[in-house]
């Protein structure tokens, strides 16, 4: 009877991924709160804003049920997702390794990407591992401790871009496409051929990947695509055109969010819905989404390059001086580029038994123009990210549960 009850308990908190968000709390949460948002508020576009922020409550099994509220929330209306694409490419890379079923093959061998194609570089050494040597396990925790792009593309390389957008679409992810690498130019052909890639047990040849090709485009119907006055192009010229992301990534906050809330609480999904990961895929992404970078020993972060609230954006909006709350954790990945700062956040008190999701993008481009390095990040968008956070935050405080909430789960020791 006791496993009935909690497997109709389960039923019940998927039933909530289904219902429509509540579309009037936050925003009259931001207009209570007018000396924080006025100026976004006020903004012919609003900044491009879109909000989902999704409570947590548990029952007396700790099962969580989720209620979800938004603010401008369309996954037609596009904004470029910048890094937040690493998440879900992490994911999927765990995802293939266990399910190649190759001998003494794991996260920690050591893997070597070979170039076969213009533009590919290769990588036969890693200074920031232990060992010295590239492995998936150590660009994941590099992808999650400060977002490194390098580590995101072989990834990107090793799953293959067929492979990811397979992936998306049987995790219903359907608005969501990843057709490329970062900070690199990457497009076209380059896009779609990944590099041949061998990994090693020791000097031992344990498995190779041979290089890949997809030819599927993945064609979505999106507003705001076109953007802006004009760009700076690659031979640093101003052309006076918008900017088109037509060809980019997309990710838009629903499905940020739903890849988190998988992650996190695997138990509310149907068994064919949950990731393929083992326990210590769980705990490896666990531990290092939530870890500062100045934590860490390997990879080693050091400031002044590198602080605290270096990849947190909501409730710390990225502040070099933060001051950090030793009872809070955010389990999260953030994005910015083209003016666009996004995080995708949980953000846990274990001391006074606090969780919930909060997943936020904002853009600020005030002369049009793009690819000119020329954004307002420090003054409007992660102002914006760190008061969003904190306001959510303190309404959660004060917000009476049924029952506490048991977290240990996601308490380590950094």
């Not at 509540?22 to 949460?29: H, S």
């Not at 099994?61 to 937040?84: E, G, K, M, V």
């Not at 102002?383 to 308490?411: A, C, M, T, W």
């Amino acid at each position: 009877m006791k496993r009935l009850l909690i497997l109709f308990a389960l039923f019940i908190s998927m039933s909530a991924f289904s219902q429509k968000t509540d579309t009037v709390f936050l925003k009259n949460l931001l207009l209570a709160h007018s000396e924080m948002f006025e100026g976004i508020l006020k903004h012919p576009t609003q900044n491009e804003v879109q909000i989902l922020y999704t409570r947590i409550d548990r029952d007396e099994h700790n099962i969580p049920h989720f209620t979800s509220y938004s603010y401008r929330l369309n996954p037609h209306h596009y904004f470029y997702p910048a890094s937040t694409i690493k998440l879900p490419t992490a994911i999927f890379a765990l995802e293939k390794l266990n399910e190649l079923h190759v001998k003494r093959l794991t996260k920690k061998s050591t893997m070597l990407t070979d170039s076969g194609f213009t533009k590919q570089t290769k990588v036969t050494a890693d200074s920031t591992a232990r060992n010295g040597k590239p492995s998936i396990e150590q660009y994941i925790k590099k992808i999650l401790l400060v977002s490194d792009n390098d580590a995101y593309n072989r990834l990107y390389e090793f799953v293959g871009r067929a492979e990811i957008n397979t992936k998306l679409k049987k995790y219903q992810l359907t608005n969501t496409r990843i057709v490329g690498r970062l900070a690199v130019g990457d497009g076209g052909d380059n896009a779609r051929t990944t590099n041949p890639i061998r990994f090693y047990k020791g000097k031992k040849l344990v498995y190779t990947a041979s290089a890949q090709y997809d030819k599927a485009d993945y064609p979505m119907d999106l507003e705001n695509t076109m953007q802006g006055k004009g760009y700076i192009d690659n031979n640093g010229q101003l052309v006076m055109q918008p900017f088109n992301f037509n060809d980019k990534n997309a990710y838009p906050l629903a499905d940020q969010q739903m890849v988190l809330k998988r992650l996190l609480f695997p138990e509310a999904f149907p068994k064919d819905q949950q990731y393929n990961l083992t326990p210590a895929d769980y705990q490896l992404i666990y531990h290092y989404m939530s870890m500062y970078p100045t934590e860490s020993k390997w990879p080693a972060y050091k400031q002044p390059g590198y602080y605290p609230a270096y990849c947190k954006f909501l409730y710390y909006g990225a502040e070099k001086d933060a001051t950090i709350n030793p009872n809070i954790r955010i389990f999260n990945k953030v994005g910015d580029s083209y003016g666009y700062d996004i995080d995708n956040a949980y953000i846990v008190d274990f001391d006074n038994k606090v969780e919930f999701m909060l997943s936020a993008v904002i853009q600020s481009n005030e002369d049009g123009i793009y690819n000119d390095d020329k954004y307002e990040y420090e003054t409007i968008c992660l102002p914006f990210l760190k008061n969003l956070g904190h306001v959510i935050y303190l309404d959660e405080l004060n917000r009476p549960k049924k029952f506490q909430p048991n977290l240990s789960k996601f308490k380590f020791n950094y």
